[in-house]
């Protein structure tokens, strides 16, 4: 068991490296190609942190390297790996940045920096970072959508299965939700995310042949992010085969036979049925059947775990499938709307009364969303999710990510002033610090939910 236990981990840790590592390079190749598009002068590219100066491998210092590859130790660019993996750099020429390195102020801008250059090429070389995790987003989910198409477990097709809290909200069992305001949910197992994200005052749901409109508490928000199954498939109790060696074997059950009584008590849905037969585990009980529009009495047997020992008939997963053609559209619509997803969950964190800030994460978080077993379509599916949010993590106007930057990029454009090196000095060191702070809110809540 604990060796087990001890691959599922590295296994996990393989998978958080190998997709940090393509993501890290991925951002740092769109600020390297527009720096070089303009001409400027890129110092370094490093995969993970050499702090301390301490290089796992480097074009110009690693000797077996320089010894294969003379010439390298010559180019401008020193490329290398560092051994801190927490992220990676693109060290600009000219730039005022995160390495807090002021050499250059002490001479005047040369016309390869990144400082020399109008304020429109600097835009674009700090947005070319989440330019190009959008663009490797893009390019995974057409590759996704054509070689396995979309499976989803339709909406349309089902009705809920409420927790407590959904149904203080007002939702009953047997509701099919139609609408959130405007939005009609094509995805039921994103019902409730959609419910939180979305800032919704009104559900719109189908309850027996009634249509009944359902006023959102918009205080309960944060209970409904802290609350995972308020929506569960409110599935009917239809038999699909009776099992072999089953103790119900020969019992004369039939497929497409509902269950619709256990002892006397009415089962609307498979999870009623659950809690009645728990109570009747080794016993024999007598239910009633569905059969067509016959209702029969039959008298069966829930064994020592309590189970009826049948195969039950579920909803199925739907599944659309694109030529490539159509899947370039379709990738382009479904990485936006995951950049529109992931937008609306930040505005959320930043809402402290939701208190959508106790699930920040760090890589541990990552860890533990990855399989404990290989496979292609999940690591993908995640490669892009993660893709996308450095993207939108980036764009946050805090000095020390791209968007800070670009912040001051805008300003300068609109007043015709540029900050002060002292400024921009000062802007990376109070940056650093409330970076460091999210960094510790998110590790104390992966330790805390690990104890």
Request: glycine share 8%; aromatic share 12%.
């Amino acid at each position: 068991m604990y060796m087990a236990n001890s691959m599922v981990v590295l296994i996990k840790i393989f998978q958080v490296i190998i997709a940090l590592s393509v993501l890290i390079v991925i951002h740092e190749l769109g600020h390297f190609v527009f720096a070089r598009l303009f001409g400027i002068k890129v110092d370094k590219f490093f995969l993970f942190f050499d702090a301390g100066d301490v290089k796992l491998f480097s074009t110009k210092e690693t000797k077996w390297f320089t010894r294969l590859f003379p010439k390298m130790k010559d180019i401008d660019t020193e490329y290398g790996i560092g051994w801190l993996p927490v992220g990676g750099y693109c060290k600009i020429n000219g730039m005022i940045d995160e390495s807090m390195d002021t050499e250059m102020l002490r001479h005047d801008p040369k016309q390869w920096e990144f400082r020399s250059k109008p304020a429109w090429q600097r835009a674009l070389v700090m947005v070319g970072g989440v330019l190009f995790n959008f663009i490797f987003a893009i390019i995974i989910y057409i590759s996704m959508l054509s070689i396995w198409g979309n499976d989803y477990l339709s909406n349309k097709e089902n009705r809920i299965y409420v927790n407590d809290l959904a149904y203080e909200m007002g939702f009953r069992t047997g509701d099919k939700i139609l609408k959130f305001d405007d939005y009609e949910p094509e995805d039921f197992t994103m019902l409730q995310a959609d419910l939180a994200r979305r800032s919704v005052k009104t559900a719109t749901v189908l309850r027996g042949q009634d249509t009944v409109l359902i006023y959102i508490d918009h205080s309960m928000i944060g209970e409904v992010l802290q609350s995972p199954g308020m929506f569960s498939i409110a599935i009917p109790f239809a038999v699909d085969s009776v099992a072999a060696g089953s103790v119900n074997a020969g019992s004369g059950l039939r497929h497409g036979d509902i269950v619709i009584k256990i002892d006397s008590t009415d089962i609307g849905y498979v999870q009623d049925a659950w809690k009645v037969l728990a109570g009747c585990a080794g016993r024999s009980i007598e239910t009633e059947i569905l059969r067509g529009n016959d209702t029969l009495s039959m008298p069966l047997q829930v064994d020592t775990t309590g189970k009826l020992g049948v195969v039950l008939q579920v909803p199925g997963m739907q599944k659309r499938t694109y030529t490539l053609a159509q899947a370039i559209p379709a990738g382009v619509k479904y990485t936006w709307n995951m950049v529109a997803g992931y937008v609306r969950d930040l505005k959320l964190v930043a809402t402290p009364s939701t208190g959508a800030y106790k699930s920040v994460g760090s890589f541990i978080a990552i860890g533990q969303v990855f399989p404990s077993q290989w496979n292609w379509l999940i690591f993908m599916n995640l490669l892009a999710l993660l893709s996308i949010m450095l993207g939108v993590m980036n764009l946050i106007p805090i000095p020390g990510l791209d968007g800070g930057h670009l912040l001051f990029l805008i300003y300068e454009m609109v007043s015709g002033k540029k900050p002060s090196d002292k400024f921009m000095i000062a802007a990376q060191i109070l940056g650093m610090f409330i970076l460091l702070l999210i960094m510790v809110l998110a590790f104390g809540n992966d330790i805390g939910r690990l104890l």
